[in-house]
């Protein structure tokens, strides 16, 4: 009984830790803006945390460089499972308009695995939670394969 | 026997207890906030989850930090529903504080180390007006323990106003509430990240905000005891109290701890020993 409550809950209860990896700053204030009262996030128990080691969701913003991909990676190993990463914005999907830049690596997918791709440039407030949403149900079924 | 069913229910009911007003602190946060706020049994979900996340930790100190950490504040709960001695309450509180600050300090972190050193002061700040608060328990019932204290036959509350006002200083620390929430804040996102509890993490971090429900249950408990004499207004002065503790944690900025102690020692134990010359003059 107490297994199956920890499974509803973990839906219930994404802790949300947002990582910038040189993103213009677009898709940035529209994670924020999911935290004013506007949108409140906080109705579906979404908390925004400033520490990878109480994260169950890590929502990355803008392209990987050859400088930031070492801080992404780790901040990424410092999640205890069950985690999702969610790529926010053109950028942090493919690499967006930089992609051909000598110093880009791509897209996050290119160092670590993604499991849901939110578009937009910036990315709109209610794909960004529909995103977290699809990222839940998704890391669910990965827990139950894994058992 | 009577005292044995006391204490399960106390060790059962208060987590419980604990959690819902978790929960509802939330939700009148929110309200404050012109939000909707997450439903009431969040902080269950919460918990759950983290106890179903990989065991992750820095060492194995953390671990025992976290268990000691729960179990003293489960044990002062449960001395508390046994009509305990106050004395024996506030060290076993104040071990399980220590080891709080121990199982940060036993890591290597900035923000944890910062979070720990903070996490003392704040001790420094909450602990002497607690005795205080207990030395006046003693002086209007002349024991230390919570039994006598149903022996009286006015509320403590006519006695002992300004330690009551002195003790919701401690309970605004204890709480980890603005103005006094510099060593780890519900809203952990600010310059310490999240204090003494940055590196714990999973089930550990778990058992930590048990643990908390706990405390709370304790201090709101004490705050109980000042108007014993009617469940009512029991109930009525917890509630506003609580009320209080949320309006002004949702209008005030966090402080230094400077500001703190001079505040807390200073209004704090400065309205607790009035209180007592008072008591001892009368």
């Known amino acids: 009984m107490f297994g199956s409550f920890i499974k509803k809950s973990r839906a219930k209860s994404p802790w949300i830790m947002h990582f910038d990896c040189g993103s213009c700053n677009g898709c940035d204030i529209e994670v924020l803006a999911c935290l004013t009262p506007l949108y409140d996030v906080e109705r579906f128990g979404i908390v925004h945390v400033g520490n990878p080691k109480h994260a169950d969701v890590l929502l990355v913003t803008g392209t990987v460089n050859h400088r930031n991909k070492k801080v992404l990676k780790n901040l990424y190993d410092q999640m205890p499972e069950p985690k999702a990463v969610i790529a926010i914005g053109s950028c942090g999907n493919s690499g967006g308009i930089f992609r051909e830049a000598y110093n880009v690596v791509g897209g996050v997918d290119k160092v670590i695995p993604v499991d849901v791709y939110v578009p937009g440039c910036p990315a709109k407030p209610e794909a960004i939670i529909d995103g977290v949403v699809a990222g839940l149900a998704k890391f669910a079924q990965k827990v139950e394969e894994a058992k | ?282």
């Open chain 2, 1 to 282: 026997m009577q005292t044995l069913i006391l204490v399960i229910i106390g060790l059962v009911g208060a987590p419980l207890l604990g959690g819902l007003i978790a929960g509802l602190d939330r939700r009148v946060t929110a309200w404050l906030q012109s939000r909707q706020g997450p439903p009431i049994m969040q902080p269950f979900y919460d918990v759950a989850k983290l106890f179903g996340k990989e065991k992750m930790v820095v060492n194995q100190w953390q671990i025992l930090c976290a268990w000691v950490y729960l179990v003293a504040a489960a044990v002062a709960v449960a001395l508390f529903f046994a009509q305990g001695d106050l004395l024996l309450i506030f060290f076993v509180q104040a071990i399980g504080g220590v080891f709080l600050v121990m199982g940060a300090l036993s890591a290597k972190s900035p923000y944890s180390q910062v979070g720990a050193q903070r996490e003392l002061l704040q001790m420094l700040a909450y602990e002497p007006v607690l005795i205080l608060v207990f030395v006046g328990f003693y002086m209007v019932t002349g024991s230390f323990s919570i039994q006598a204290v149903w022996a009286q036959e006015i509320p403590l509350l006519a006695k002992m106003p300004l330690l009551y006002l002195a003790l919701c200083y401690a309970l605004t620390i204890k709480l980890m509430k603005s103005p006094f929430d510099f060593a780890t804040s519900h809203h952990g996102h600010q310059e310490l990240v999240k204090g003494v509890l940055t590196e714990y993490s999973g089930p550990y971090l778990g058992l930590i905000e048990v643990a908390h429900w706990y405390e709370t249950i304790l201090v709101l408990g004490l705050c109980a005891l000042f108007w014993h004499t009617n469940v009512a207004w029991m109930a009525l002065l917890i509630v506003v109290t609580y009320l209080l503790e949320i309006l002004v944690d949702n209008t005030m900025a966090r402080m230094t701890w400077r500001w703190m102690l001079k505040r807390v020692w200073l209004i704090g134990m400065g309205l607790g020993v009035v209180n007592l010359i008072w008591l001892y003059a009368r």
